[in-house]
């Protein structure tokens, strides 16, 4: 059995602790960028919404799963940065992806829902995404992603996703042909860097929904 998870919505149509991501999901469905996050215990979820977003999320756990020898190698992350991540209701099922700033966690892009795709595609079309964004604004930043799987199909310039393509995801494969071709036809100085999720936390452009 998995284990429960609360969710905290600090910005929604309706604001509070919930128990289940049903109810959480309802809450944030289409409301201009809603704040909110998964927690495992009721308690720190409370002391979460008593305080702000920005306190939650990309920070470090309160549980570190290194050893304080090994935090001190990784480092802290370069706050001159964006980041990228991406969110699947199911596998495949509706997906979306974005891109903040690392420091503020204001959101720079979003794309989605899409009817039918899978979490490793948004990864690869986020981080795609970001790669152009950067390069449009003629920006130096670092770009981070934790997702290893979307960093190797970037370098390959290749979506490696085995969903078979049909009327449903149509449009995610139109954005995946689009971000290949984008690949094979641009370069880029952008420094790509995994985000250290165990030292670090989530990811600022996390969804909230692990």
Same mark, same amino acid.
């Given at each position: 059995?998995?284990?429960?998870?609360?969710?905290?919505?600090?910005?929604?149509?309706?604001?509070?602790?919930?128990?289940?991501?049903?109810?959480?999901?309802?809450?944030?469905?289409?409301?201009?960028?809603?704040?909110?996050?998964?927690?495992?215990?009721?308690?720190?979820?409370?002391?979460?919404?008593?305080?702000?977003?920005?306190?939650? #999320?990309? *920070? %470090?756990?309160? =549980?570190? @799963? $290194?050893?304080?020898?090994?935090?001190? !190698?990784?480092?802290?992350?370069?706050?001159?940065?964006?980041?990228?991540?991406?969110?699947?209701?199911?596998?495949?099922?509706?997906?979306?992806?974005?891109?903040?700033?690392?420091?503020?966690?204001?959101?720079?892009?979003?794309?989605?829902?899409?009817?039918?795709?899978?979490?490793?595609?948004?990864?690869?079309?986020?981080?795609?995404?970001?790669?152009?964004?950067?390069?449009?604004?003629?920006?130096?930043?670092?770009?981070?992603?934790?997702?290893?799987?979307?960093?190797?199909? #970037?370098? *390959? %310039?290749?979506? =490696?996703? @085995? $969903?078979?393509?049909?009327?449903?995801? !149509?449009?995610?494969?139109?954005?995946?042909?689009?971000?290949?071709?984008?690949?094979?036809?641009?370069?880029?100085?952008?420094?790509?860097?995994?985000?250290?999720?165990?030292?670090?936390?989530?990811?600022?452009?996390?969804?909230?929904?692990?």
């Amino acid at each position: 059995m998995a284990n429960k998870k609360f969710y905290v919505v600090w910005k929604g149509h309706k604001e509070g602790v919930f128990t289940d991501w049903k109810t959480c999901k309802q809450a944030i469905l289409n409301y201009p960028q809603a704040q909110y996050k998964s927690f495992l215990t009721k308690e720190e979820a409370i002391k979460a919404f008593d305080g702000v977003y920005a306190d939650y #999320v990309g *920070k %470090k756990s309160s =549980k570190p @799963k $290194l050893s304080e020898a090994e935090l001190q !190698k990784i480092g802290e992350p370069n706050l001159y940065s964006i980041a990228v991540d991406a969110a699947s209701s199911g596998n495949p099922g509706k997906m979306e992806y974005r891109g903040v700033d690392t420091q503020t966690h204001k959101q720079l892009f979003h794309q989605g829902p899409f009817e039918q795709g899978t979490n490793n595609i948004g990864e690869f079309l986020a981080l795609v995404h970001g790669l152009a964004y950067l390069k449009n604004a003629n920006s130096d930043r670092l770009l981070y992603t934790d997702s290893k799987i979307a960093m190797g199909w #970037v370098r *390959k %310039k290749k979506c =490696k996703t @085995k $969903l078979a393509l049909n009327a449903k995801n !149509k449009k995610v494969f139109d954005l995946v042909a689009r971000a290949e071709n984008w690949l094979r036809t641009n370069s880029y100085k952008t420094i790509v860097v995994k985000w250290e999720t165990k030292a670090w936390g989530e990811i600022p452009a996390d969804f909230g929904r692990k």
